[in-house]
């Protein structure tokens, strides 16, 4: 006869590990998928963090095309120049090709009323892009302070873009911004390959292009989009004056009153 302190003892490991097995294969006959939580994400079992492989995001960099003389990314804590003014430039990404929702944004020194807002001509992208697409001002209050990811709301960007990263101007900076869609940003090798802009207009002197990739959600228990940024050395720096003058926003309000006065003059001497 068993004692009861015999029938009390608890399962041995052995014993136990073999009715987990038997567990797992029962799952896997019935058609489930032992999944893992890596506190990243549901991971299918793999062991390895979203980002690793799948979605994931890409830091960018902007370069010159087309018409306008090849810009170099200048390094550590310094923008990419170009004294073309409008320039024709993309993006690339690191690790590319990478596909996402491609946002491009342009940073203006500030100005009240705030300038027109750039239009992009886009002369390659992906199929059913419209071939100009006017931007939209992000904010009615001017970035001064912080990263641009928090200022646009793209709390997940990286890199941030922190505005000491940029060229200090007074008032800080009005930004527009412009949803290409569905893009695919190429390798450095291949970054002609990817979509290219021209502006239809200078910008003012002192301004930056800058782009953000977002992807799809993380994961299935994870929220939210991850965006890709653009390298603070990487940011396309506008530092030559127009090509045509930017006519100030009160030379603009002189012009329209000596036009109307000129038309009033003329017909009253047609009356005379």
Known sequence: MMSSSTRSRPARPLATALLAGAAALALLASGGTAQAH??????????????????KTSTLHSFCAGSTPACTD????????????????????????????????????????????????ITQAAKGTPSSITTTLAKPFAWTSGYLASY???????????????????????????DLGSQTLQSAAQATNGPLFTL????????????????????????????????????????????????????LALLGTALAVLGLAARRKRRA
Do not use: H, M, R
């Open 200 to 251: 239809t207009a200078a910008l003012p002197e002192y301004s930056y292009a800058v782009a953000f990739l977002a992807s799809t959600p993380l994961s299935n228990c994870q929220s939210g989009t991850a965006y890709g940024a653009t390298a603070n050395s990487a940011a396309l720096y506008i530092d030559g004056k127009p090509s045509t003058p930017v006519p100030e926003p009160g030379s």
């Open 152 to 178: 646009l709301g793209y709390a997940s960007a990286k890199p941030k873009n922190k505005i000491t990263a940029f060229k200090s101007v007074p008032g800080g900076y009005d930004v527009y911004v412009a």
């Open 74 to 121: 200048a390094g550590d804590k310094k923008n990419t120049p170009t004294t073309t003014n409008p320039p024709e430039f993309g993006f690339w990404a690191s690790g590319g090709p990478t596909s996402g929702d491609l946002i491009l944004a342009f940073l203006t020194p500030e100005t009240t009323p705030p300038s027109a807002a750039p239009t992009i001509g």
């Open 38 to 55: 890596n506190g990243n994400g549901w991971n299918g079992g793999q062991g390895q963090q979203w980002g690793q492989q799948g979605n």
